[in-house]
């Protein structure tokens, strides 16, 4: 067997995973071969450094900007327009965000789709068994389930 462990938008793109770091030494060190991507990274590149890791590190997680930008890509305006989440959510007095921050949220979201298409296309290089990796705290409830049912 083999596992890609693939590290999505919006992880620190200053740091590598130290979450898909251990789970990789973890599943080699049972004979799985793996790989780690680092698909942040080209967000990262596309987004501009500085705005990327405003986005990742800098703007209140209770505006959940990420989820809503990518949500956006698979769900368009079922859920949520821009408006409505920029006035409703972002604007919000008590857990928005700055205003100088919200043309951020909308160049990522204007970018995700072209990012996801190009994710896509990298499937190819990918290996069979696909785990996304965005904290340590997944890292945890991972191990806790392997302990339950071994590999």
């Given at each position: 067997?083999?596992?890609?462990?693939?590290?999505?938008?919006?992880?620190?793109?200053?740091?590598?995973?130290?979450?898909?770091?251990?789970?990789?030494?973890?599943?080699?060190?049972?004979?799985?071969?793996?790989?780690?991507?680092?698909?942040?990274?080209?967000?990262?590149?596309?987004?501009?450094?500085?705005?990327?890791?405003?986005?990742?590190?800098?703007?209140?997680?209770?505006?959940?900007a990420g989820d809503w930008?990518?949500?956006?890509?698979?769900?368009?305006?079922?859920?949520?327009?821009?408006?409505?989440?920029?006035?409703?959510?972002?604007?919000?007095?008590?857990?928005?965000?700055q205003e100088d921050h919200?043309?951020?949220?909308?160049?990522?979201?204007?970018?995700?789709?072209?990012?996801?298409?190009?994710?896509?296309?990298?499937?190819?290089?990918?290996?069979?068994?696909?785990?996304?990796?965005?904290?340590?705290?997944?890292?945890?409830?991972?191990?806790?389930?392997?302990?339950?049912?071994?590999?």
């Amino acid at each position: 067997m083999r596992v890609a462990l693939v590290v999505m938008p919006f992880a620190s793109a200053s740091r590598p995973s130290l979450a898909a770091g251990l789970l990789k030494a973890e599943l080699q060190g049972r004979g799985i071969q793996c790989d780690v991507h680092y698909l942040n990274l080209e967000f990262a590149r596309r987004l501009g450094l500085e705005r990327y890791e405003m986005m990742a590190e800098g703007i209140r997680t209770t505006v959940l900007a990420g989820d809503w930008v990518f949500s956006q890509a698979f769900y368009g305006d079922a859920f949520s327009c821009w408006n409505s989440y920029q006035t409703e959510v972002l604007a919000d007095l008590d857990w928005g965000v700055q205003e100088d921050h919200q043309p951020m949220v909308r160049e990522a979201q204007e970018e995700a789709p072209e990012f996801l298409s190009w994710a896509m296309s990298q499937e190819c290089r990918l290996s069979p068994l696909v785990s996304g990796i965005r904290d340590p705290g997944a890292l945890e409830h991972y191990f806790r389930f392997a302990q339950r049912r071994p590999l």
